[in-house]
């Protein structure tokens, strides 16, 4: 019996948590995330990961930060395991050189204990790199990440075999159509044999165009939305309204108390000019500021980029070329020194930090003609953003003061937008075949409450050795995997 009262909050239920090993990815995929220590899905991968698998085509409009790479990836390393490919089997088109390394390395990790060479092909590099991309391309590497462009420059050589790709991952369609890579992707689309094609198509956003640009390509794909605009609920926003001439003084003294116990602080300008001014004022007082724009050389970015990482480096002031997509662990602050272009930005920038489980922080600089445009942010993303005061000898006439502290006024309708899942229901148990022990459902519980001591998937399969003493030929293969690789070699559903 329902014994709520009438008048009490109603209570949002929250989706149900999926382990990823109890979705039929292969067992070395999932030793590879167990290395890694993921093992809850993200709400993106507990819905995209299903029917994935099964072969589906994917319209999912989901931002950097929410594990949508894993999402695409997983399926696609599993099915390369049950099929392995003699030539290139996938391609991953992406917006950006950074992009496209970021996963390769997520790619490098999620097939650790398998048999795939993967190649990022990416211009901005020496001759040297084409070459040896020409060489991966020939030789046939199942998983390409590439930029379209480069891609293209490659493929109208003549030397690359695609007559067995079946995977395409369009990865942030939205702003490679922004950035005028949309001929090349059309082009690099139609070469590909359309049969047992799947594509799994993500974008941060879903304009018209895009909309449009996906029911060309797609073949009744599963849509999935996740919270869009919204950013992440555990990054920490707040936002000074400060007079322009006291930005740099805001700045310096927000950083002063900051750098004291965070590691990591990215500060994100609108201009390049702003970047370069900035930069030079802050590493007069800390050496560990440092400048990442498009105006360094590719070696250079991915060097500071790599210092960020490592903690050499505490404090990179950047412009949106670093918005979006690029994961550092462990940023704890993102500042921006002016109000973005628009709520999407907005989220990008702040969604460099909170990655995955983590907390994190977001301070904006709010000068007199960006409140409107703040605003109108807040509006998008349904929420108001905590106003910090800035100190008195910063205070304008009127300016500062309008800023005033509005207590904790955040919150309101964010949802986190997991509808319809697709994880934790039926037609998931694997009936006592290979990894999720012999019992079909799972009992809910954590793994490390599970009394199988966090064995479940290697269970049920009868005499297996250890995972560290099986090799690929011992593991036992789940006969359901064959079946649906053959399944996803059939026609599409319509
Ligand atoms: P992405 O949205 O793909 O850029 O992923 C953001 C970050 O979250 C990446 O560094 C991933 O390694 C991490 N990540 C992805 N999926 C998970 C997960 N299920 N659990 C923990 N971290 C994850």
Redesign the pocket.
């Known amino acids: 019996m329902d014994t709520t009262p009438d008048n009490a909050p109603e209570e949002k239920e929250e989706p149900p948590t999926v382990y ?1 090993d109890e979705l039929d990815i292969a067992d070395e995929v999932l030793d590879a995330l167990d290395d ?1 220590g ?1 093992e ?3 709400p993106i ?1 507990a819905q995209a990961i299903p029917p994935s698998i099964e072969g589906r085509d994917i319209l999912a409009v ?10 695409f990836l997983l399926p696609i390393l599993t099915d390369i395991c049950d099929n392995p490919p003699t030539k290139v089997a996938t391609i991953v088109l992406t917006p950006t050189r950074e992009l496209a390394m ?1 996963i390769d390395r ?1 790619l490098e990790g999620f097939s650790f204990h398998m048999e795939a060479s993967s190649i990022p092909v990416y211009g901005g590099r020496d001759g040297h790199s084409m070459a040896q991309e020409q060489k991966a391309l020939k030789g046939g590497a199942p998983i390409v990440v590439a930029t379209p462009g480069r891609l293209m420059a490659h493929l109208d050589m003549g030397y690359t075999d695609l007559s067995e790709v079946r995977h395409l991952v369009l990865d942030e369609a939205d702003r490679m159509l922004d950035m005028g890579f949309v001929n090349d992707m059309i082009k690099i689309i139609d070469m590909l044999p359309k049969e047992n094609l799947q594509i799994l198509f993500f974008s941060a956003t879903m304009p018209n165009k895009i909309r449009k640009f996906s029911r060309d390509i797609l073949k009744n794909p599963v849509e999935i939305s996740i919270a869009i605009s919204k950013p992440a609920e555990k990054i920490k926003q707040k936002a000074y309204y400060v007079a322009d001439w006291a930005k740099n003084a805001l700045i310096e003294e927000v950083l002063r108390e900051k750098c004291k116990t965070m590691d990591r602080i990215l500060i994100f300008c609108g201009r390049k000019k702003t970047v370069r001014e900035l930069t030079r004022r802050l590493a007069r007082k800390n050496p560990k500021v440092k400048d990442v724009s498009s105006d360094l050389e590719q070696d250079e970015r991915e060097e500071r980029l790599r210092q960020f990482r490592s903690g050499a480096i505490q404090v990179v002031v950047a412009t949106d070329v670093l918005s979006r ?1 690029i ?1 550092i ?1 462990g940023i704890d602050l993102v500042i921006n020194f002016d109000v973005p272009g628009d709520a999407e930005d907005y989220v990008h920038r702040i969604g460099r930090t909170a ?3 983590a907390e994190g922080e977001a301070i904006t600089l709010i000068s007199g003609d960006d409140r409107r445009r703040f605003k109108a942010i807040e509006e998008l993303m349904e929420m108001k953003v905590e106003r910090l005061e800035v100190p008195d000898r910063l205070k304008d006439n009127d300016g500062g003061r309008r800023g005033g502290r509005d207590g904790d006024r955040r919150g309101g309708g964010r949802g986190r937008g997991g509808k319809g899942r697709s994880g934790g229901g039926g037609g998931r148990g694997r009936g006592g075949k290979g990894r999720s022990g012999g019992g079909g459902s799972r009992d809910g519980k954590p793994r490390s409450e599970r009394n199988d001591g966090g064995k479940a998937r290697s269970e049920g399969g009868g005499d297996q050795k250890p995972r560290g003493e099986r090799t690929r030929s011992d593991q036992p293969r789940d006969p359901n995997r064959k079946q649906r690789g053959q399944n996803r070699r059939g026609p599409k559903p319509e």
């Open positions: 990823f890694m993921f809850k899905c993200t991968q989901a931002q950097t930060g929410t594990g949508k790479t894993a999402a970021q997520q997509g994961h662990n990655r995955a489980a």
